[in-house]
Nanobody, 112 residues
Framework: EVQLVESGGGLVQPGGSLRLSCAAS????????MIWVRQAPGKGLEWVSA????????YYADSVKGRFTISRDNAKNTVYLQMNSLKPGDTAVYYC?????WGQGTQVTVSS
């Protein structure tokens, strides 16, 4: 059974940083691409970033490009999302996605 557990969310001031983690289990983590998706209050889902299995390729939504960095540690079965220069518009629940399965999400709130 695929399990994805996100952590690292919280309340941060505009301009601040957070690092999200997603611990994966139940599948061969190193063989699969990983994705971060977010949902802001009252809005639909927004694809944020992706990383391929070998970590050689990364992709970002225009809204986060230059501010967020996705990475993975295949030895730890974990994918990360480093978020810098956070804006109030980044407030959302952030989900880790793989193999069609979703984690429970972690709340990120950017507010002064």
């Amino acid at each position: 059974e695929v399990q994805l557990v996100e952590s690292g969310g919280g309340l941060v001031q505009p301009g601040g940083s957070l690092r999200l983690s997603c611990a994966a289990s139940g599948f061969t983590f190193s063989s699969y691409d990983m994705i971060w998706v977010r949902q802001a209050p009252g809005k639909g889902l927004e694809w944020v970033s992706a990383i391929n299995s070998g970590a050689g390729s990364t992709y970002y939504a225009d809204s986060v490009k230059g501010r967020f960095t996705i990475s993975r540690d295949n030895a730890k079965n974990t994918v990360y999302l480093q978020m810098n220069s956070l804006k109030p518009g980044d407030t959302a629940v952030y989900y880790c996605v793989a193999l069609g399965s979703w984690g429970q999400g972690t709340q990120v709130t950017v507010s002064s």
